[in-house]
């Protein structure tokens, strides 16, 4: 049984809102910490919201303090996740018995970076690696420009998939139900669906176009992401550093079985297909 009893989640963007909406279904006390002048957030009642700099330890500290928190989960967008440090020397400050690094995605070394961070400061952390959002299928492969699935490269590695409700409702559950021992300083890797983009084209009934670049806005963006994923790194069972697949509890969707009785939702059924 969990011996968690408070939360703060830091960042209400695409997951952050989602874990925050599934852990205040489970009763228990949260806090959403939000960035000083950032926009209102609706949040379930009982969840309270405090704006803070994520550049003060020593203020997110009190805050942390002050709401008795157990874990902090950061759910910062790239754009914001240098804070995280200092959300990390926060929870050192107050105490927090668990740190959730904003790492849902794919692996990467920076991943490795904050962990080793965690680490020297004797902060335990739990890490969710989901893969791809299932949900931003049609972004990566520019689905919504012409009806295609376009590919950099060969697209013929497999890449796991997790829906954004899926990762949610996952994180929330593990917290509230496994003891410590089976959430400190481990990585949890889930996927909802494993699947090649080159595969993706069944699914979404219409055929694959090989591409040297991606000419729509953050065309850029996803031509590097889908480098990256052709090199193995889509798979969460990915091992960063030994440039190979997991095995056993390293291998992809081995967290899965820590959700007993839960149904992943496939890519047909995310998408309407």
Known sequence: MS???????????????????????KSVP??????????????????????????????????????????????LGVTAVAAQNTLVDAAKLAAVKLFVPSEYGFTTDAK???????????????????????????????????????????GDVPVSFTSIADVAGFVAYVLTTLPPSELEDRILRLEGERSTLKDLAAQFKT??????????????????????????????????VRKVEGQGNDAAGSANALWPGHQWQSIKEVHKL
């Open 112 to 154: 490795n970076e904050i962990a080793a961070y965690l680490k020297s400061l004797n902060i335990p952390s739990t890490r969710i690696y989901n893969g791809g959002f299932t949900e931003y299928i049609p972004w990566l492969v520019d689905y919504e420009n012409g009806g295609k699935i376009k590919i950099i490269g060969k």
């Open 30 to 75: 949260v806090v959403l910490l939000s960035r000083v002048g950032s926009s209102a957030k609706t949040v379930p009642s009982g969840v309270q919201v405090v704006q803070v700099d994520y550049s003060d330890a020593t203020a997110v500290a009190t805050v942390l303090k002050e709401h008795k928190v157990d874990v902090v989960l950061s759910t």
């Open 207 to 240: 055929s694959v176009e090989h591409v040297d670049s991606i000419t729509s806005e953050n065309g850029a963006f996803k031509a590097t992401v889908q480098r990256i994923l052709d090199t193995g790194a889509g798979s969460t069972g990915w091992d960063v």
């Open 3 to 25: 011996t968690y009893k408070s939360f703060a989640v830091a960042g209400a963007g695409t997951v952050g809102l989602p874990i925050l909406n599934a852990l205040a279904a």
